[in-house]
């Protein structure tokens, strides 16, 4: 700490630490109508964490998607501005209370269509639905949506009711906010909008878009640690190439998905016991 009314010996700018995340509302370079995520959460300054780096960050800044993180606080009650209050019927923890997250609702609500198949209210939530590639396709396919992060023990029943606010949970364990979970939702999403991966391609051979899991990857040396390449990869041979993937991601999602296999055979008229012919 330099002592008061002294310069500051460095010579270097000290960066700004603002509240504020960064000001990506008023950038000119948007691209008029981009799919759009507004995020009411607590913790503003969460966004746009790791969606600000690399393909998804890129992305942002040439405007060909947006993000508006929308304050919860502001809208909070009082001179404190409470978010929260206990549970009705007692018990641990507080409740988020509707009035507010309403008011939140009503400003996030402003420019955006009304038909919740092209504007989603979603709530990230341990008793939604759980969240899908497919879902990430429908999702990048409308005009953006809304999330709601929850905290503490989540949002008064009646706002989810009042609002047609749509659940949507990202796995079987708790997390201690919904700030993570509303990023990996716009992360699967907004790499999904055209131009946004450099490679449209690979989104088509991963996991899940087919209804299997990817088949292994590898890379140079040759030989590492006295494992070697599969031969096939080396062989230049496409079709054998291609052969050999798909066994092998049938194999894997036999083997470690038996719920996605069963599906897969359904929709492919194939026999789920039946062998791999590896
Ligand atoms: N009492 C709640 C959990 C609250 S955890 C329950 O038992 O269902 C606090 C917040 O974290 C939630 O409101 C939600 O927004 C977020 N969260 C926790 N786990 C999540 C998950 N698996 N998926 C999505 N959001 C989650």
Redesign the pocket.
């Known amino acids: 700490m330099s002592a008061p009314g002294k310069p500051r010996s460095h010579g270097r700018v000290q960066p700004v630490v603002s509240l504020q995340p960064r000001d990506l509302m008023a950038d000119s370079r948007r691209v008029a109508g981009a799919w759009r995520a507004k995020v009411i959460t607590l913790f503003p300054q969460a966004f746009p964490g790791t969606l600000g780096l690399s393909l998804t960050g890129r992305a942002l800044d040439q405007g060909l998607w947006a993000l508006d993180p929308i304050d919860l606080r502001s809208f909070g009650e009082g001179k404190h501005r409470n978010v929260d209050d206990t549970p009705a019927g007692g018990g641990a923890g507080m409740v988020l209370r509707a009035d507010v997250l309403a008011r939140a609702l009503s400003v996030a609500a402003q420019g955006t269509p009304a038909d919740r198949g092209q504007w989603p209210i979603i ?6 639905r759980p969240f899908t590639q497919a879902r990430a396709q429908a999702l990048a396919q409308g005009a953006g949506m809304t999330l709601i ?6 949002l008064d029943q009646r706002v989810i009711d009042h609002f047609g606010v749509e659940e949507v ?3 079987d ?6 700030e993570i ?1 509303a990023q990996a939702l716009i992360d699967a999403t907004v790499r999904l909008i055209p131009r946004v991966l450099g490679n449209q391609a690979s989104t088509e051979e991963e996991s899940f878009s087919e209804g299997l899991l990817e088949h292994p990857h590898y890379t140079r040396p040759a030989s590492w640690q006295g494992r070697d390449i599969p031969e096939v990869l080396l062989s230049g041979d496409h079709g054998k190439v291609a052969d050999w993937r798909r066994d092998m991601a049938e194999r894997l999602t036999k083997e470690r998905r038996p719920d996605l296999w069963r599906a897969y055979c359904e929709a492919h008229n194939r026999d789920p016991d039946g062998d791999q012919e590896l």
Request: aromatic share 14%; with cysteine.
């Open positions: 709530y990230l939530s341990p008793r939604g992060c929850g905290r503490f023990e989540g949970s990202l796995g364990f708790i997390l201690s906010g919904g979970a």
